[in-house]
Every structure is written in C-alpha cells, then in structure tokens.
C-alpha cells in the first residue's frame, strides 16, 4: 500500500512561514496527494491537494516535486490557530479508500 | 448546514456491555469509514462501505460491528469481544470530484471504560 513519511514534530514562530515535508517514494500514478489537519480532540479537516502541479489555497499551498516522490505543505504565515497536527496522504482517483493509510503526522506547535 | 455529526461527543462502556456510537451525514456520499485513534497514534480503519447494504472490513474490525441500511447512516457498534475499546472515533465519508477523492470527517466519539 502507498505510504507517506513525515517528522514527528516540528516548531515554527508566530507569522513566520513553515514548511512541512512528506516523502511519498511508491507512490503510483493515480495517486493525489492530500494535506489534512486535526485540531485536539476534533475530526481532521481538509487543508489541500494536488497531483503533479503547484496548488495554492487560501489556506496553505502545495509544492509537489517534479518526480512526485515528496512534496511540502507551505503555511505562508503560521497563526496560533496553525498548531495542529498535519497529515499527508495518498488518495487513489475514484476508487477504494479501504486501504487508506493516516500515518502519525507531523504534530506543528506555533510558538507566539 | 452540510456535513458529518457523530453522537455522543462522550460514551461510556461497562464491561461486557456493547454500545453504539452514530454516524450520521446529509452530503449525499456514498462511501463512509470508520476508524480508531489512540492517543498520540494514527488513524487506524475499522470499517468501511462503499455503498448501501455492502461493506468491508479495514485492519482492526475485530470487536466491531456495522450496519449500512441506509446511505446518510453508518453506525459503528463496539461489542464486548473489543477487550480494549478505549480510544477517540472518527467517522468520515468520502466524494470524487475534479481532482480526486475528498474525505470529510465527524467531531469524534470519544469512549471510555468504567
């Protein structure tokens, strides 16, 4: 099954940008990769995805790499509210997500 | 306003007890998961169904029981044969549009043993 690695943690300051690193080695064609966020004690939320191209959102951006074996979430400007814990993921177009795999994520703590 | 609700926010289990935890979304998605989150962990898969009356069973479905009678419900039950149910739960579905799949999830259940 495709799988992602990223840190453990990571530190950023209050309105500095942070980048978030994730390695993707095996992942497959038809495989998007997708940013969630979860908050303590909440459900994630969707943050932003991409597939071989550059993708920018009003939350964050997504720099994928050319051979798409990583890719890095960009917070332009870290906010307190930013420290959650992220999560990189592959998610196949259109089928199964039985296989699915959240691994423990990279927990962001913002220091003001 | 669209989305997942999952009830109750707390739940309790005695021991030998089986309890249900509800799942519940008006985003009209056909496929809906199940999982478990031990502190500090990952999320792990329980179970999950891609369509009414059909689903299947992720890494940890022993203990677990669901049902799928209808498209916007997928109860999870924890039945006494799950010796260590302690953990945060999470429900989510699923969407394909123009650039792949999209998970949205529930607030969690967060159960407990007495």
């Known amino acids: 099954d495709a799988k992602t690695t990223q840190p453990n943690s990571m530190e950023s300051n209050e309105e500095e940008p942070v980048h978030l690193p994730c390695n993707h080695s095996?992942?497959?064609?038809?495989?998007?990769i997708h940013w969630y966020r979860q908050l303590p004690s909440q459900g994630p939320e969707y943050v932003i995805h991409?597939?071989?191209s550059n993708v920018n959102n009003r939350m964050a951006s997504l720099a994928i790499a050319e051979d798409r074996k990583s890719s890095t979430l960009i917070l332009h400007r870290a906010t307190l509210r930013d420290a959650a814990v992220y999560y990189c993921i592959l998610l196949n177009y259109g089928g199964s997500q039985g296989n699915l795999i959240f691994g423990k994520g990279t927990k962001l703590s913002v220091k003001p | 306003d669209g989305g997942i609700t999952q009830s109750p926010k707390y739940l309790f289990r005695k021991e030998g007890q089986n309890v249900t935890l509800s799942c519940e979304q008006n985003?009209?998605?056909?496929?809906m998961y199940w999982y478990r989150q031990d502190p500090g962990q990952g999320l792990r898969l329980i179970y999950y169904s891609q369509i009414v009356n059909d689903f299947q069973k992720g890494d940890i479905a022993e203990g677990y029981s669901v049902s799928r009678e209808k498209k916007e419900s997928f109860p999870l039950t924890v039945t006494s044969a799950q010796k260590n149910p302690t953990a945060f739960y999470l429900c989510?579905?699923?969407?394909?549009?123009?650039?792949?799949?999209?998970?949205?999830f529930g607030s969690g259940t967060q159960l407990s043993v007495l």
């Open positions: 095996t992942i497959s064609g038809t495989d998007y």
């Open positions: 989510a579905s699923s969407v394909s549009d123009r650039g792949g799949e999209k998970l949205f």
């Open positions: 985003l009209n998605h056909d496929a």
């Open positions: 991409g597939l071989t």
